[in-house]
Structure formats: C-alpha cells, structure tokens
C-alpha cells in the first residue's frame, strides 16, 4: 500500500473520530454538564496522563527528551488547545454540522501559506480538490444563513479555520521531527498543567452528570484523543499539511450524518449539497494518493 495511502487512512479515521465527538460536546453543552473551557481542559489532562502511563509501561525510552525540545512540545499543546477551544465554542453558539464546516476553510490558508512561503507545485488536481471542499464549505455558510444562526458562532466557526491551520502546520513541522506520542503526551502534560494552575476546575462541574465520570475519562482520552491525534501525527508523515486538512473534512460529515440522527438537527438541501462536495474532494485526494 502506498505510504501516502496509508496517511491518507489515518487521517481519516482521526477526522471521523473527532467529528463523532463533536455530537456528544453539544449534548453535553445543551444540558449544561460542561462549558467549553473545562471541557477543553478535562480532555488535555486526562488524555495526558493517561498518554504518561502508557508510555512508562510500554516504551520508557519515548519519555526520555532532550530540555531543548520541551519547548516545541509546549508550543504543539498550546496550538493543540487553542484549536479545540474555538471549535468548542463554536459548537455551543451554532449547530455541530456548521460548526464542524466552517472550521475545513483551513485548507485554503493552509495551501496559500504551502505555495507562498514553501513554494508548493501547484497541480490542477490540487485546486479541483480544495475547489471542492471550499465549495462544499461555503454551501453550508449559505445553509446557515438561510437557518438565521449566531453570528457569533459563524465568526467562531472562522476563528478556528485559523486556529486549525496554524495547528496542522506546526503538527507537521513537529512530527517530522520527533517522536508523535512523545510529543502528545508532553504536548497535553505540559499545556494542561498550566491551564489548571491558571483556572483549577471544581469538582461541582459534574453534579448532575448522568453518565459514568471514569467511563467518560475513558473514552475522551483513548477514543477521542490518544488514538484519533497519535493517527493524525502519523498520518502527517506522509502526507503535505494541506493534504491532511483536506482529507479532514470528512469529520463535519461524519458530524453533519450524526447530528441529524442524534440530534434532531435539521439536514437542509443545502447542507447536503455541501456535504457531497466535501466527501467528493476526500474521494479525489484518496485517488490521487493511489497513483
């Protein structure tokens, strides 16, 4: 199998899993269990030490780092942070499938940025794809309009396009340099050790919280973050950053998909047009990866 290829598969899980989860932070932000600060912060910090612990049982060496480079892996969890933040945010302003589009304007700032700055080729396949994607953005701004959402939340929809490019491409930078779950787990450690002697969080946060709060540590470490970015980090091994962030853009159609089945949300002829331009870009990138 092409290495490509396989970049290409693990981003896409990572995509579909983070769009999954998206679904369950607006049940959570609907009944008031979370806001977006602590959910944020929750998920850096048990997802970190759960990171630690694997890593000290299975591959102590991978926790051996030079100082030097403790300030690359602070800087990754910072960008790591600020990403989820303002798409959290978003999702408590406006629906899940907005929300998780507005954030995929990434991959034009992210392909300008490559041709400008790292003087990328430019191949028609690679504006036929993101011309897809953008397209396929755009009909879900439309969407939004047409549905008179917060524009609060469109803006923070826009904020977090910036806040992911910027994220994707120091990912790169950082990946192709260190080891990817050496860099998680002191990436999640060290920003979320901040953030709590910044903010500590009250145990009252999770009075009236209906589900298992073990199960929940579970499942936002392992299966939301651990798995889904330590995939992503691989993934950009092998493939350019604005590949990546094109291939991403199956999470808001995995969260378009779930909202409306979970959520009630409404899945508008214009959503669906844009949802098919998406998955149709994602289609064309997995087939230029195979040749």
Not at 149 to 156: P, S, V
């Amino acid at each position: 199998m092409p290495k490509k290829l396989i970049g290409f598969i693990f981003i896409a899980i990572a995509a579909s899993t983070w769009g999954s989860f998206s679904v369950v932070t607006k049940l959570l932000f609907n009944n008031a269990y979370l806001d977006p600060f602590h959910l944020t912060q929750l998920r850096a910090f048990v997802s970190g030490v759960a990171l630690f612990i694997i890593l000290f049982v299975a591959n102590r060496k991978a926790l051996i780092i030079n100082i030097k480079s403790f300030g690359a892996f602070f800087l990754f969890g910072f960008t790591l942070i600020l990403m989820q933040l303002s798409h959290y945010i978003t999702v408590s302003l406006t629906d899940v499938s907005i929300a998780s589009f507005l954030q995929y304007l990434a991959p034009v700032i992210i392909f300008v940025y490559s041709v400008i700055f790292h003087h990328e080729t430019v191949r028609s396949g690679d504006i036929l794809t993101l011309g897809l994607a953008i397209t396929g953005v755009i009909f879900l701004i439309i969407s939004s309009y047409q549905q008179n959402l917060n524009m609060l939340g469109i803006i923070g929809g826009l904020c977090n396009a910036v806040t992911l490019s910027i994220y994707t491409l120091y990912s790169k930078r950082v990946a192709d340099k260190h080891n990817p779950w050496t860099t998680l787990t002191y990436g999640l450690l060290s920003i979320s050790l901040l953030l709590l002697l910044v903010s500590p969080p009250s145990p009252e946060i999770f009075d009236g919280f209906p589900y298992s709060i073990p199960l929940f540590f579970l499942y936002i470490s392992l299966f939301i973050t651990i798995i889904p970015f330590g995939l992503w980090l691989l993934g950009l091994r092998f493939i350019k950053p604005h590949h990546a962030s094109i291939t991403s853009t199956l999470e808001p159609v995995t969260a378009l998909i779930l909202s409306n089945l979970l959520l009630q949300e409404s899945l508008t002829a214009t959503k669906l047009i844009g949802c098919l331009l998406i998955i149709s870009s994602v289609l064309l990138m997995a087939n230029q990866c195979e040749q």
